[in-house]
């Protein structure tokens, strides 16, 4: 069965470091992964997805994941944070191309940028 | 649409109703999903319909809740004899074979 662990219910970062946060993932097949940001009051928003090629992949508003098969890893990065990047950020999985086309998600991620 | 719209956007309820939310896919996306979001917690898979397959129901949590879909266009979401523990953010999505999932804003359940 397809499962997704985001370890770490919040995550404090300065405002201008760099941000790392985790998400390690299982599926029997191949994996298509993503991220979503959820602001305060309003819906999820896609961010990047990783379905082949290059394991660096980039995103919306600067994000960037890094797909890492042997880790079974999709950390989403960022150079330099934000304090508007403060939200809620979710990593999924499915199970593709020929597996199930049900997404599961983590149970998220909690981003604090502090200014 | 431009995008998944989902309707009511609020809904209250008492105890013990019937209640029926609605979800508009994003045109041309065959895949519609429906998770749920209590408060402070992640996404729960509820149900999806991927174009005229059977739908996965493997994640509706009991006979009480149904989903039905006609083609690939609006679905919707029933829940008989609403408990309190049926509160929370009822979410939809849909996509395209492939792609990543676009969300509506959600319809927030209160059962009273």
């Known amino acids: 069965a397809q499962s997704v662990a985001q370890p770490e219910d919040q995550v404090n970062v300065a405002e201008g470091n760099p941000l790392t946060v985790k998400c390690t993932y299982s599926v029997s097949g191949n994996p298509y992964l993503f991220w979503y940001v959820q602001y305060p009051n309003r819906g999820l928003q896609f961010l990047l997805k990783y379905i082949t090629g290059d394991n660096l992949v980039k995103g919306s508003y600067g994000f960037e994941a890094e797909f890492n098969k042997s880790q079974t890893s999709f950390h989403l990065k960022k150079p330099s944070a934000l304090v508007s990047d403060s939200a809620l950020y979710f990593c999924?999985?499915?199970?593709?191309?020929?597996?199930?086309?049900?997404?599961?998600f983590g149970t998220g991620t909690r981003l604090k940028v502090l200014a | 649409g431009a995008g998944v719209s989902q309707s009511p956007s609020n809904k209250v309820t008492e105890k013990g109703k019937d209640v029926e939310l609605r979800c508009d896919p994003i045109s041309g996306h065959t895949a519609l999903y429906w998770y749920r979001q209590r408060l402070g917690q992640g996404l729960e898979f509820l149900i999806y319909f991927q174009g005229n397959s059977a739908p996965d129901k493997s994640g509706l949590p009991s006979d009480r809740f149904s989903a039905e879909r006609t083609g690939e266009s609006v679905s919707t979401l029933t829940i008989q004899r609403t408990q309190q523990e049926d509160s929370a953010v009822y979410l939809c999505?849909?996509?395209?074979?492939?792609?990543?999932?676009?969300f509506g804003s959600g319809t927030q359940l209160s059962v009273l």
């Open positions: 999924a999985v499915r199970d593709g191309p020929s597996g199930t086309y049900k997404y599961i």
């Open positions: 999505a849909s996509a395209t074979v492939g792609g990543g999932l676009f």
